[in-house]
């Protein structure tokens, strides 16, 4: 199906899709994989840590779509175009934010290691050539530390340093930024607002993450009025983080994300309500079960307050896992020259395209073709 939506009309017509790679996601062969399924797929945003080798191997293969675009329309995916680019940030401590680590030599020898089958992202491991947690690849879901018998993994958390970082990541054209944020902490989010504030002019859109808390409403309210007035060309976006990180665990992660977005639909705040945390391949179908997305092809209706789209995070990720394996395992005969392009998910055909429909098994159930 060809389109020429923009993901502004997306989220005007309830149809938005946003790939989230993960605000702690740094493994680059994965991001730059996951950028080109999904984009080709038609993904209307991509939002991925605040990192700027991320951020360029995002962009890298965003470029790259516009060459396959073609191709992919044939084939009859839903890709639309360039997707917005969308960086992270946080202004306190965030599970978001934090990576596993333990020291590996540690742990007892008849350890039956529940940690490393736990992982979602295959970032433990006990090798010869690498011991304990791979960081690049610990997106931060915390499931490997109650699960420890000997209580040896901690969680390592950062906070975005604006001041420092600020320039790096906006100079690199990125379109949108995520600011995770929490109901108690006002000012911390007003000195990183304030940082990057210089530069908000060149957004098309900002979104604001956060879960639920007694009080949550009214520290909404409060944050718009902070951010307020935004340039009548940046788009506002409330997510809805339910249940962090757990799509992939099983259907009913999505009813945290579902009842929270029903709760600040419910105060009609300025903007857009995007569903995140817990979101997997029941969500759509829920939404419209709860007539909570507008009809096919019309905008929101102030009177009648709908969601303006869903974002997809360990879900979106795990589902196309099974490629990402087969890139990693080449055939042992392959020629030693083809070898060093194995990373290269462009250069294998069958495997681009088999991903592709995968993803595009996700996008088209909002987008509707």
């Known amino acids: 199906m060809i389109t020429t939506d923009s993901p502004l009309t997306s989220l005007k017509t309830g149809r938005w899709f946003k790939l989230i790679c993960g605000a702690s996601y740094q493994h680059l062969p994965s991001v730059r994989h996951l950028a080109l399924a999904y984009t080709l797929a038609g993904a209307d945003c991509i939002d991925v840590a605040a990192d700027p080798a991320v951020i360029k191997a ?45 020291e590996a030599t ?71 930024i995520e600011i995770h944020t929490q109901s108690d902490r006002e000012a911390d989010f007003r000195r990183l607002w304030n940082h990057i504030q210089p530069w908000i ?3 098309k859109a900002i979104a604001i993450s956060c879960p639920n808390s007694p009080d949550l409403i009214d520290y909404l309210w409060s944050l718009h009025q902070l951010i307020t007035p935004l ?30 977005s029903q709760k600040v639909l419910s105060a009609q705040l300025p903007g857009y309500v995007q569903l995140a945390g817990g979101t997997n391949d029941y969500t759509v179908a829920k939404l419209r079960s709860l007539k909570l997305l507008p009809d096919e092809g019309t ?22 896992s099974p490629i990402w394996e087969s890139l990693e395992s080449p055939n042992q005969e392959s020629d030693p020259l083809e070898m060093s392009k194995i990373t290269q998910l462009e250069t294998q055909a069958d495997l681009l395209w088999k991903a592709v429909n995968l993803a595009s098994s ?3 159930q909002i987008k509707g073709f």
Not at 78 to 101: I, Q
Request: hydrophobic share 35%; charged share 20%; aromatic share 8%.
């Open 58 to 102: 995002t962009l890298e293969a965003i470029a790259l779509c516009a060459d396959l675009g073609n191709q992919a329309r044939r084939r009859g995916f839903g890709y639309r175009g360039r997707p917005w680019l969308m960086v992270s940030l946080n202004d306190g401590e965030d599970p978001h934010f934090r990576k596993a680590e333990f």
């Open 106 to 176: 540690a742990c007892p020898s008849h350890c039956p290691r529940p940690c490393e089958s736990i992982c979602p992202a295959g970032a433990i491991a006990f090798s010869d050539l690498q011991a304990g947690v791979i960081d690049e690849l610990c997106y931060g879901c915390g499931r490997c530390i109650p699960v420890c018998p000997s209580n040896l993994i901690r969680a390592r958390s950062y906070v975005f340093t604006p001041e420092a970082v600020a320039p790096l990541i906006f100079q690199t054209g990125v379109d949108a």
């Open 201 to 203: 002019h060149q957004l």
């Open 231 to 260: 340039p009548s060309t940046t788009a506002l976006i409330w997510q809805t983080d339910g249940r962090p990180m757990s799509g992939d665990i099983g259907s009913g992660t999505t009813r945290a994300s579902i009842q929270l």
């Open 299 to 320: 905008e929101k209706n102030s009177t009648s307050p709908k969601v303006a789209g869903v974002a997809y995070g360990s879900y979106a990720r795990t589902l196309l």
């Open 362 to 364: 996700l996008v088209a």
